[in-house]
């Protein structure tokens, strides 16, 4: 059942616009990062390192947070405008599958994007003269950005299906990353769902160690518990389906 699932959100994403924002929404942060390493590599004396924290400092609050909002407002508008609660519900379908589905697949958008923010990195690195070696740490920061950003997309998921609108939601994750980089300057950053893509990415600190228990254990509880409350709010529409 989940496999058929996946396939008919597949179905959805043919010829979608929202593929456009995942492309260009991660050239802004790298554009920004650059040109600010650029401008005080005087100061910014540690190569690689240096530019990858102006990269993330951009990306990780403000336009990570934004493509992944984008997106899962984005899975729950056909629903949403095209009325088709009715057919929805009462497939022959788990309500776990259905919601699944859309978190396998914001799942595999958050890794991509992460892919697609390495690779940016790269391309500004070498375009801004850096010679040195590639950070050995750069496919860890990728990769635990990517569970945060998994995190993030159960939010969102939730919200999304609860607010009709498109627009809420995603000024909802704009508004979860700002509230993430204040939770992270506090020392909450491993209890604020917000903040784990900027603590899994090493934002602005790629020297930090990363504690892997908490992140993955706040990752967790917070995935499943978002996850949770949509399959239950689903189960309970079911009555008032419109």
């Known amino acids: 059942m989940l496999l058929r699932c996946l396939k008919a959100e597949l179905v959805k994403f043919h010829r979608s616009p929202v593929w456009l924002a995942f492309v260009l929404l991660p050239v802004f942060p790298a554009i920004l990062g650059t ?5 005080n590599i005087e100061v910014l004396e540690n190569a690689w390192y240096s530019l990858w924290s102006q990269h993330t400092l ?5 336009f990570l947070p934004a493509l992944l909002s984008v997106f899962c407002a984005w899975q729950w508008r056909l629903e949403h405008t095209d009325h088709n609660w009715n057919s929805f519900l009462t497939a022959p379908v788990p309500m776990i599958d259905l919601c699944l589905a859309k978190l396998i697949w914001a799942a595999l958008v958050s890794l991509l994007a992460q892919v ?3 690779v940016l990195f790269v391309l500004s690195g070498k375009l801004a003269g850096i010679s040195v070696p590639l950070p050995p740490e750069l496919p860890e920061w990728l990769l635990c950005g990517a569970v945060g950003g998994v995190t993030v997309c159960a939010v969102q998921l939730y919200f999304s299906l609860r607010i009709r609108a498109f627009a ?3 000024a909802f994750g704009l508004v979860g990353g700002i509230a993430g980089l204040m939770a992270t ?3 909450f950053g491993y209890a604020f ?3 784990l893509p900027c603590i899994g990415m090493r934002a602005n600190n790629p020297e930090m160690e990363l504690d892997f228990v908490p992140f993955l254990l706040s990752a967790c509880v917070y995935t499943a518990v978002f996850i949770f409350l949509a399959v239950r709010y689903l189960r309970r529409h079911d009555v008032a389906a419109d």
């Open 58 to 62: 951009f990306s990780s609050m403000f």
């Open 193 to 195: 769902p917000y903040s």
């Open 168 to 170: 809420p939601p995603v």
């Open 185 to 187: 300057a506090q020392g």
């Open 35 to 39: 040109v600010n390493y650029l401008g």
């Open 116 to 118: 697609w923010i390495g």
